[in-house]
């Protein structure tokens, strides 16, 4: 049998959850990733024309900016949890229900920034309400080319804060089996029509190769855990 997951599922809960039910090391085992993809730190262009503006006044004024997030353990906050670790800022965090209320906050100015993807504020970005001012992946995006990493914008070097849905199966499934089913999705990724699904939504295709996706869940699940742990976050 097999499973879609998310990152959430697979690296970053457990860090998240001391209580959780499965061990994601035992019971799921990694076939590909499917597509992976970074976030935007937005603000109000009223406000703020860079990142460098925003850690600016979070240096000057501690804990005064606040940034909103859809869920306590999301990687939009985990994305932002490390931009403020890797900058030594502090920002606080308030809690919503979902992007639309985030969003509606940000354009409001109940909250400052946010971390968020593409889609949910497409238009709010091409109308100029909103400023993307970085994108947390190691490299640009080519959908948003313009936009920089937080490395070129702020000197975070080697900055990097992504999230992903890759398939897992049963632990017990045939090598065999997950080799020849990654390969199959591999060639997927090649087709037109989803090459072009995964640009209009900012993603990057998976497909990649089975040890490799693996590599990435462990270096996801040790990176969280350790900034999990350091900035005492709860999923709730």
Known sequence: SFLVGDMGLAATNAALMPKLGYDARKDLKPVTDLFYTGFYVVVRPEKFTSVKEVLAAAHKAPGVLNYGSASAGSGQRLSMELLKAQAKASITYVPYRGNAPALLA??????????????????????????????????????????????????????????????????????????????????????????????????????????????????????YARLIKAAGITAE
Not at 125 to 148: C, N, Q
């Open 106 to 223: 940000l354009m409001s100015g109940e909250i400052d920034v946010i971390s968020i993807g593409l889609p949910p504020m497409r238009a709010q970005l091409e109308e100029g309400r909103l400023k993307a001012v970085a994108v947390t992946s190691l490299h640009r995006s080519t959908v948003m080319p313009d936009v920089p990493t937080l490395e070129e914008a702020a000197g975070l070097k080697g900055y990097e804060a992504e999230t992903w849905v890759g398939l897992f199966a049963a632990p017990d499934l045939a090598d065999k089996v997950v080799s020849k089913v990654q390969g199959d999705i591999a060639k997927v990724m090649q087709l037109d029509d989803v090459k072009a699904f995964m640009r209009a939504n900012d993603y990057q295709a998976g497909g990649q190769a089975t040890a490799v996706f693996a590599r990435r869940i462990e270096a996801d699940r040790d990176k």
